[in-house]
């Protein structure tokens, strides 16, 4: 085990609502990235916060955003959601300093069904 | 832009055989990174080993080994003697300093007994 935990594992929300999941990542890795992996795909990065302060965004609208906290916790928030949204979020926790140098070792995911 | 291109979607082995895994990749960047990870039907990414661009070994974690070979920009995983649990997808990825993690579309190898 990786010692990263989401939350929750399921979720099911309609079109326009808003929603947050939640990563606990490793302890002592300050790095947390989050990534999005719709049916059949694989893995693409959304973003990556560094101690607090996102470093880096992938090809992904305002409407995703997050939040890192002191204590190795971090949130995914997704606003006015689409029927694309539905998909596996997957967060990794790296222990390196900014960038993307480091092994990255995922939680088991959060899969959001939008109806 | 980097790419990571993974052509079999599906591959069958027979348990206790051997299996290789094709991914190549295409980055401009001279110092990259390259990864494989599994991910079973739980949907949890499991890392399984990395290559670095300037390592001089093929780099190999227990069963695990990855042939790389860098003029054919190919990063191929090699399974050494299924197992029933090997059953699952799998991610070759690669990253560089300025890059994050750009992922492949994936494998689905099935072990048979």
């Known amino acids: 085990e990786t010692g990263v935990t989401q939350s929750p594992t399921h979720l099911i929300k309609t079109r326009g609502q808003q929603v947050t999941l939640r990563c606990s990542s490793q302890?002592?890795?300050?790095?947390v990235s989050w990534y999005q992996q719709a049916l059949g795909q694989g893995p693409q990065f959304i973003f990556q916060y560094y101690r607090e302060e996102e470093n880096g965004r992938g090809n992904f609208p305002p409407r995703f955003s997050g939040l890192q906290f002191p204590n190795y916790s971090s949130e995914l928030n997704v606003n006015a959601l689409e029927l694309d949204d539905s998909a596996l979020y997957l967060c990794a926790s790296s222990p390196g300093t900014s960038g993307y140098t480091d092994t990255q070792y995922f939680g088991p995911g959060t899969r959001l069904t939008v109806l | 832009a980097q790419k990571i291109t993974q052509t079999q979607p599906g591959m069958f082995v027979q348990e206790k055989e051997a299996v290789t895994l094709d991914c190549t990749y295409d980055?401009?960047?001279?110092?990259?990174?390259l990864f494989w990870y599994k991910q079973p039907s739980s949907g949890e990414m499991i890392f399984l080993i990395y290559?670095?661009?300037?390592?001089?070994q093929n780099a190999t974690e227990g069963r695990y080994s990855l042939n790389f070979q860098k003029a054919r920009k190919s990063a191929n995983l090699v399974i050494s003697a299924s197992q029933l649990g090997d059953s699952a997808m799998y991610f070759c990825?690669?990253?560089?300093?300025?890059?994050?993690?750009?992922f492949g579309k994936g494998t689905r190898l099935s072990v048979i007994a």
């Open positions: 290559q670095g661009s300037y390592d001089q």
């Open positions: 302890s002592g890795h300050n790095t």
């Open positions: 990825a690669t990253h560089s300093g300025n890059t994050p993690l750009v």
């Open positions: 980055t401009s960047d001279p110092s990259y990174g």
